[in-house]
Structure formats: structure tokens, C-alpha cells
């Protein structure tokens, strides 16, 4: 650089200077900004050799562009110094303003610190301010300043006049480094920018990828899918649905957006499906479908899944739907296989001790005990002291004389059935409302106690834990007794009279085409709700919920009456009989027991007809 005492000169440099810091604006990356800093110590301010050294984000500096020798480029550049090295180097050098000039006594006791240098060779210096080839003069580059991070080192060599430079020389110098730490600051935001850009655009255009390619397996997914909203006043409302869905429920897309899957499920399985929404999961279930004919329930496979947002939760249902009627059926056809009688189609031994299992509990009936059901064991009361069997008593009056002696009632009397008698402790007030349970637990015949010390309607309105939605089974009080209107769920056991004979006599395909007959027969003859059972051979089993002793009686005059009409089988015209045994299901007792009463009272009364009544005709 020139000296200071010709100012044309200067300006001339002042004007080379100028370019040198439009190039670094005009620099469109940082690597070409870091190449126009080097370019511009070289070009616009004086000196032969310039290179720049970047700080990494490990901290430690390498040189990333170096101008004015393609040996020293391809020596140096990519080379790394430590930190710690560079910070002691700096250390060392004198202090030029905000320039280190590292004279080359102390460059050399520096060498082996692992600093990427080069040397130019050349004679000593002849006089004190002319320039040693190992001489140094670096620039540290700052953001923002001399209180900011270090950005890097700009080190420069061989001034072109071959002397050290002036102030005027090291005032271009300090004000082009200031220049090129934020040229390269900028350089580094527009690229990190850049880069962010970049991977954005690459993540939409991944999204848009991944959107398509769901909207494609959705809309053409062979089994139905959807999206429903999830939570809030619209909770499961349709938001859109493919194709498949569509034509499984029968209805179009702007259709199903207009329903809920709550209002879709049967009434049965909205409970199912409300706990698969909130918690995700899968269910089977059924759903409405529309069809030409009319609207019908399909079984499906439903499969819910929660897409969850970072930031605001829960967000929606996908929902997949799988249309499982058809398995459904054959598991149906396969249960009623099961529980069903190949020949008659009746419901088979099994599945009549399961309905009478759910019909009854473990606990007998948690109501005030009536003097009709405390002779529940009529026909088989268990107690060892035969004197307590009502049998023994001409009336029921007696009877319960002997049994409720030592109960207090009010009027000193039994009262008779339908007309329970208030228990009193005391004598009671004219005014007084009757109290109609007892004071004190209470044993019926059967062994079971009842204790109604407390509120009369504690029973019906806190039940035990289990019982809350059972109706308990009682029974009707025995034949002999007064009928006081009670009904309950009375099992008819039927044995057919004389089908041996006609069995042996013509074979089984008439035996068997008699049993399907007197099947129709039963089924024919009582109520929807009723269950007509074959327990095997020809034993039937008829429940009648609901039903009072009268009711029952009647209910077996009628299909005996049916039983006994000629039956044409193979050409031929048969006739069998039928004995019915009537027995009560109550609460307490096994389907064992409640059945294996019934069959001895079946017997009882095939034994009370003569012979000549029950064969076939």
C-alpha cells in the first residue's frame, strides 16, 4: 500500500476498498462470501497471500478460503486449529489497534501449537519496518463489534511494497475485517435460512407425499374407513368416509356426514362403542344399514384410533370399519348348533340350564316372606322332623298355627292367602297404619332367614352388590292351598306315553318325524317369550315366566290336549300321550333342582292316571 503523504494514492485505495465490500454484499452463499473476503484483501488493500479461518461449531477454526497462491491454498485449506492455540497465539502478538501482528521471533517459538501457517521465502530485512517472511499480521473478526463472539481470524502476508504496514495501512485493514465479520455473519444466517428452507420444503413436500398416499388408502381401502370427530356436542359425528363405507351402510358420503356412530350402533352396543371412542381400541358391534328393503343392523369390526396433535391433544377418530356379517352368521349358526337339538330344533338340554341359570340367583327372594311361601317346599320340604310336612295337617290354618305360634300377630289369628296379617309387639293405636313385617328375622320352611328389622323398602331400594337389576323368582303356593294371585316362572316337564311302542313298531324315522311334530306342537302353544326345550328322547321342558298356578295348569291341559291329536308320519297315523309335571323356579335353588323337582312331580302324576289314559292311542 502506498504511503500516507500521497493522497491520491489513497483514494485510489480507498476506491479499490469500496468494490472489495460490494463484492462481499453481492456474494449469494457463504462460501462464495468467504472467497470474496480473501479475494479482497488481496485485490483492493495491498497484500499478496490472505486467508480466513472460520470458527466451527466445535469451536476450534479452519481455514475455509485462502487467495494469492494455489500452493498455499491446496496446502492449507480444510485444516483445522485448535481454539486454544489460536487464543494463545493472539495472546502473544503485539497489539495494532484491533490487528495482532506476530512478529516472526515469536512465530517461530509458535510453530509446533498446530496453527496451519505458511512461510514465504526471502532475505532478512534489511532495514526496521521492512517485512520478515515469517512475519504475521492477523485481523480476529467479531459479531457485532469487538464485545461479540468470535466469528474468526483473517490473516494476511507479503504486503506488496514489501514493508510493514502504515496506520492508514492498518485502519483498511481493521475496517475490511469489520466489513467481512458481518458480510460473513449474514452469509451464515441466509444459508442456515436456507437450509431451513430446504428442509422444510422437503418435509411439505414429504407431507403432501404422505397425504396423498392416505387419502389414496382411504378412499380406496377394499374395507370401510373414517374420520370422526372426537369429543365435545358432537362426539363421533361423521367427518368424512370412503367409498367402502359407504356402500356398507347404504348411504353416500354427504349422507354419513349428517350421522354419528352413536346414532349408527344398535341401541345394545352404544355403551361398547362410546368406551372404544374415548379410549381407542377395537369392538364388535352392530350398525344400521339401509337398504332397498329396508334398514337392518350388519355386524362389523370396528378399530379406533386417537390422531393426537403435539400441542392441542386428542384431535380426531380413524376410524376402520370391517364388515364381519358373514362370520358372524356361521358363529351364530355354529352357537345355535350348539345350544339347539339337531332333529327338533328345539333348544337342547344345555341351553334350557343356562336360560333357567340366568333366570335365577344364589340368594333366595329378598322380600317379606307370605305365609304362601313359606311352605316353598311343599313337594319336598327338607326338614327331618316329619311333622313340620303340611301333609299332616288338615288345613293350612293348622298348619301355619303350628309353624307362626310364637308370632305375635295383632288379631291372635292366622291370616289366610292374599291377606297377610300385621305383626304388632304392642297393642296398636286405632289411628295406627299396619305394619306388615315382623319385628325380628324370620326362617321360612326352606331354611332361608329374612331380616326386615329395618325400613321395609331398604330391600328394593339399596340391594345387595349383584342383584341390582335381578327380579327374583318365587313361586305360587302349593296345590291344596288357596291361590293368592302370585306368579312366577313355572317349569312343565313333559314325557311323552306310549312313543316306545311306535318307535320299535315302525322304526326310528317315525319316532323321529312324531318328536319333530309334537315339537311344533309346544312350540305352537305358548307365548314368543316362552321356551319350549328337549332334554333328550322324548322329554320336553316347557318355561312360562310370568305365570300364576292356574295359569300353569290350564297351559298344560292345552298342550296336552294338543300332544294327543293323531300324527301322520310315513303314511300312517299315530297317537302318543303326555304327562306333565309342573315345578316353580325359585330363587336359591340350582337348575338341577329346580328341573329334578319338576321330573318327580311329572312322575307323580303319570303314576295318579291309569295305564289306559297314558298309552297311545
Known sequence: METESEPYVRLATMRRLHQAVSDLATARSLADTLQAVVDGVVNGIGWELAAVNIVQPDGDLVVAALSGSDAADSLLTGRIGSRTAWERRLAAAEQWGALRFLRHDIARALETDGIPAWYTPGPEPRFADEWHPEDQLLAPMYESGQAGDLVGVLAVDRPR????????????????????????????????????????????????????????????????????????????????????????????????????????????DVGVLLRT?????????????????????????????????????????????????????????????????????????????????????????????????????????????????????????????????????????????????????????????????????????????????????????????????????????????????????????????????INDRYGHHVGDAVLIEVARRLSGGVRDGDTVARLGGDEFVVLADGVGRSDAEDLAVRLRTAITQPI????????????????????GESPEEVLQSADQRMYVEKRSRSRQHRRAI
Open 161 to 268: 511494497d514489501g514493508r510493514r504496514p502504515g496506520a492508514w495501512g492498518c485502519e483498511a485493514l481493521q475496517m475490511y475485517a469489520a466489513q467481512a465479520a458481518t458480510a460473513i455473519v449474514n452469509a451464515r444466517l441466509r444459508s442456515n435460512m436456507q437450509r431451513a428452507l430446504v428442509r422444510l420444503e422437503r418435509e411439505q413436500q414429504a407431507l403432501r407425499a404422505s397425504e396423498e398416499s392416505f387419502r389414496q388408502a382411504f378412499e380406496y381401502a377394499p374395507s370401510g374407513m373414517a374420520i370422526a370427530e372426537l369429543g365435545g356436542e358432537h362426539h363421533g359425528r361423521v367427518l368424512r368416509a370412503n367409498d367402502a363405507l359407504c356402500r356398507l351402510l347404504g348411504r353416500s358420503a354427504s349422507a354419513l356426514r349428517r350421522w354419528s356412530f352413536v346414532d349408527l350402533a344398535h341401541p345394545e
Open 277 to 501: 371412542s374415548a379410549e381407542g381400541g377395537r369392538a364388535e358391534l352392530r350398525l344400521l344399514r339401509r337398504e332397498k328393503s329396508g334398514e337392518s343392523y350388519v355386524w362389523v369390526h370396528l378399530r379406533n384410533s386417537v390422531v393426537a396433535d403435539a400441542a392441542d391433544g386428542p384431535r380426531f377418530l380413524l376410524t376402520h370399519v370391517e364388515d364381519i356379517e358373514d362370520r358372524k352368521r356361521r358363529e351364530l349358526h355354529l352357537a345355535h348348533r350348539a345350544s339347539h337339538d339337531a332333529l327338533t330344533g328345539l333348544p337342547n338340554s344345555a341351553e334350557l340350564r343356562s336360560r333357567l341359570a340366568a333366570r335365577l340367583c344364589e340368594r333366595p327372594s329378598a322380600r317379606p316372606p307370605t305365609p304362601v311361601e313359606s311352605l316353598d317346599a311343599a313337594y319336598g320340604d327338607h326338614r327331618p322332623d316329619a311333622s313340620a310336612r303340611h301333609e299332616n295337617y288338615e288345613s293350612y290354618e293348622e298348619y301355619a298355627a303350628a309353624h307362626y305360634a310364637g308370632e305375635p300377630y295383632a288379631t291372635g289369628a292366622v291370616a289366610p292367602y292374599g291377606t297377610p296379617a300385621p305383626y304388632a309387639t304392642e297393642p296398636r293405636q286405632p289411628d295406627e297404619t299396619p305394619h306388615p313385617y315382623p319385628p325380628h328375622p324370620v326362617t321360612d320352611s326352606g331354611g332361608h332367614t329374612y331380616d326386615f328389622t329395618q325400613d321395609p323398602a331398604a330391600p328394593y331400594a339399596a340391594p345387595a352388590t349383584g342383584y341390582e337389576t335381578h327380579t327374583h323368582a318365587v313361586a305360587p303356593p302349593p296345590e291344596g292351598m288357596p291361590d293368592n294371585g302370585v306368579k312366577g316362572l313355572a317349569v312343565l316337564f313333559c314325557d311323552l306315553d306310549g312313543f316306545k311302542p
Open 568 to 587: 301322520r308320519a310315513d303314511g300312517r297315523s299315530v297317537r302318543v300321550g303326555a304327562s306333565f309335571g309342573i315345578g316353580w323356579a325359585r330363587c
